[in-house]
């Protein structure tokens, strides 16, 4: 047997001996009441002796039933499962040496109880061994003692004969039977680790399909932002220009409502060349690319982040406690990604509840060669039996529609790769936190 199993196999091998061992007791009760009916019938002269036998070892059996459900009980259940099956054999030993010694009709319970213990109870080898070896000395003592002794001899060895045979027999069953049982534990076993197996491998394969999705999605944002660079920069330039020129005039300075236009104009021109510029950072970015020692500043990666999620967490105010250097290593679009999908998920919680006083608080700060980034918001939580799932493959509080349950799947991968672990701690009704940990640069 494989030793790695031998523990846990012992441990449902005595549960399962427990269970056997108390229904096999209760059989027993059982029929040794019923055999009230034999005495009647072929022995009505020692009825009553024959009753108060069978009524006291009813009592010890169901005494060893009661005794199977402690734990001293299940701990000896072996000896204790000996000692019941062989109560019976001792009361019908002595039946045998009152009555008619070799030709008494209770010689057939004898063999009985010999089969009933290899075959129908399914208990251990040495006890179907020993139960046999025991019964045949019993008979034989039984037999001993009555006045005509072993007589006729004939008899009395087809008897013995016949208990010899029924405990090879049983012996022979319970080995192989013991036998199946362990083969059919241990393909249960390695079921159960192929499951295992093919849930991680599942799981594995839910988040390499989120990546690619992720790098999918990437891909259509640096093909679009590659076209933007090209066909929005140039008019934005050229409107910039008209409108510096255009502030310069006289006419402008000398009306205060047109200089607020045009200062708001240039501004939002300006907003729109800010998010042409984040978006570069997804154009030129090819699956495969080498980007784990690339440097960049973790501040301008949460601006950017911040202004690509302007329309979703427009209303939220932004608190943000950041080290005076973030300069770290890794991939700056992949961490992007990250805090745009813990904004959005911010977002949608405050707007999923109604909050009023919406915050987002956003702390960096060194600990060693790791930044440690803080990202909490007040709003509704996160209930205790969802948060070990949050990270999940597809798993979403979202209604349907609403999102595929990978962005922080994704996220967790992510910071996995950059040498850290993204964690979640929450209190339902007032705050959610994620954190995680960049590398200093070199």
């Known amino acids: 047997m494989n030793k790695k199993y031998d523990q846990a196999y012992q441990v449902e091998l005595q549960s399962f001996y427990v269970e056997i061992s108390r229904g096999g007791a209760m059989t027993c009760v059982a029929l040794v009441l019923l055999g009230i009916g034999l005495d009647l019938a072929i022995y009505p002269e020692k009825i009553g002796i024959f009753v108060s036998a069978r009524v006291l070892v009813s009592l010890l059996v169901v005494s060893i039933i009661l005794l199977l459900k402690t734990r001293l009980g299940v701990r000896h259940v072996s000896t204790l499962t000996f000692t019941w099956l062989l109560l019976p054999q001792i009361m019908i030993c002595w039946m045998i040496a009152l009555t008619e010694g070799t030709h008494s009709i209770y010689f057939v319970g004898l063999n009985l109880a010999i089969f009933a213990s290899g075959i129908a109870l399914g208990i251990g080898l040495w006890q179907t061994l020993m139960l046999g070896l025991m019964t045949l000395l019993f008979y034989i003592v039984s037999c001993y003692v009555k006045d005509s002794g072993f007589a ?3 008899v009395f060895i087809v008897n013995s004969l016949f208990l010899i045979f029924a405990t090879i027999a049983s012996v ?6 013991e036998r199946a049982r362990l ?3 241990c393909l249960k076993a390695e079921l159960a680790e192929k499951n295992i197996e093919q849930e991680k491998i599942n799981k594995k394969l839910a988040e390499i399909k989120g990546q690619m999705l992720q790098q999918e999605k990437m891909a259509a944002i640096g093909t ?3 076209g933007l660079l090209h066909e929005v920069n140039n008019p934005v330039n050229f409107c910039l220009m008209a409108i510096e020129v255009a502030i310069e005039e006289p006419v402008t300075k000398q009306s205060a ?3 607020e236009c045009l200062t708001d104009a240039r501004d939002g021109m300006k907003r729109v060349q800010y998010i042409v510029s984040d978006l570069k950072t997804f154009a030129y970015r090819k699956p495969g690319m080498e980007t784990e020692n690339a440097v960049y500043f973790f501040d301008k990666a949460l601006d950017t982040a911040i202004r690509l999620t302007g329309h979703e967490i427009k209303g939220i105010q932004i608190h943000r406690t950041i080290a005076a250097d973030t300069l770290v290593k890794g991939d700056e679009a992949a961490i992007i990604g990250v805090l745009i999908n813990l904004l959005s998920n911010a977002a949608h919680a405050f707007r999923k509840a109604n909050h ?8 960096a700060e060194w600990k060693s060669d790791r930044l440690s980034v803080r990202v909490r918001d007040n709003g509704p939580g996160i209930h205790p039996e969802n948060l070990p799932r949050v990270f999940e493959p597809f798993f979403t509080t979202r209604d ?5 349950g990978l962005g922080l799947a994704i996220s967790y991968r992510v910071i996995e790769q950059h040498g850290g672990i993204l964690q979640v701690d929450s209190v ?3 705050w959610t936190e994620m954190s995680f940990d960049l590398p200093r640069a070199d």
Do not use: H
């Open 152 to 154: 006729p001899v004939s």
């Open 172 to 177: 022979v069953y319970t080995y192989f039977n």
């Open 183 to 185: 083969m059919l534990y």
């Open 224 to 226: 679009l932002a590659a």
């Open 257 to 259: 409502m047109l200089q």
């Open 356 to 363: 009023t006083k919406l915050t987002i608080d956003i702390s």
């Open 400 to 404: 349907v529609g609403q999102g595929l």
């Open 428 to 430: 339902l009704g007032e």
